[in-house]
């Protein structure tokens, strides 16, 4: 059970959109419509920010957008602003019980 | 209010053994996964394993399988992950989290506040 493999950072300048990959394999995100994303600040907890591949929590940002193609997921950031800086990270369901994360990305704001 | 909490920061030696809980309140513990992640410092997210409080069934992560023990007791509505004896390997950040929903396989929205473990001599 092999991490799922994001770059390890991005960036980008206020307001513009950038776009984070995920690819896994044919027995994670090739295989389930479990694949959600999260976003980590220094020394906080994990926050929820995609869930089933497209659909944002309540209170999350439609600047934040997902998708997914065969073995990769992919999260959209668009109108990039300061507080988006940070760490994400993506995960998807193996099937029995268990899950894989992503090593995570982190994200600049120029 | 839905939410978790875990126990506080622990500095252990190694070879000790030691038992960190997460305790959930505002819904129906029994009904709802409670998984278990490690954050090394300055590392991403590793998810170790899940238990169901309802009939204790678990789940680990092959890299974890044999290293931590996951129990529940819902009669307190209280997670336990649980070593041993200690390495200085362990020393990391735990966090325990709940899914949106009682599905397998649903994402984790609800996360505790995390539990600090130092191990060294």
């Known amino acids: 059970q092999s991490a799922l493999t994001q770059p390890a950072s991005v960036s980008g300048s206020p307001g513009q959109s950038i776009t984070i990959s995920c690819t896994g394999t044919s027995s994670d995100v090739g295989n389930y419509d479990y694949v959600s994303w999260y976003q980590q600040h220094p020394g906080k907890a994990p926050q929820l920010m995609i869930y089933?591949?497209?659909k944002r929590p309540s209170g999350v940002s439609n600047r934040f957008s997902a998708s997914k193609s065969g073995n990769t997921a992919s999260l959209t950031i668009s109108g990039l602003q300061a507080e988006d800086e940070g760490d994400y990270y993506c995960?998807?369901?193996?099937?029995?019980?268990?899950?894989?994360f992503g090593g995570g990305t982190k994200l600049t704001v120029l | 209010e839905v939410q978790l909490v875990q126990s506080g920061a622990e500095v252990k030696k190694p070879g000790e053994s030691l038992s960190i809980s997460c305790k959930g309140s505002g819904y129906s513990f029994s009904n709802y996964w409670i998984g278990w992640v490690r954050q090394m410092p300055g590392k991403g997210l590793e998810w170790m394993g899940i238990?169901?409080?309802?009939?204790?069934?678990?789940s680990y992560s092959p890299s974890f399988e044999g290293q931590v023990t996951i129990s529940a007791d819902k009669s307190i509505g209280t997670a336990y992950l649980q070593w041993s004896s200690l390495k200085a390997s362990d020393t990391a950040m735990y966090y325990c989290?709940?899914?949106?929903?009682?599905?397998?396989?649903?994402?984790?929205?609800?996360w505790g506040q995390g539990t600090r473990v130092t191990v060294s001599s």
């Open positions: 089933d591949v497209t």
């Open positions: 238990i169901y409080p309802g009939d204790s069934d678990t």
């Open positions: 989290a709940r899914p949106r929903i009682p599905v397998a396989g649903d994402a984790f929205d609800i």
């Open positions: 995960s998807s369901y193996t099937g029995s019980s268990t899950w894989v």
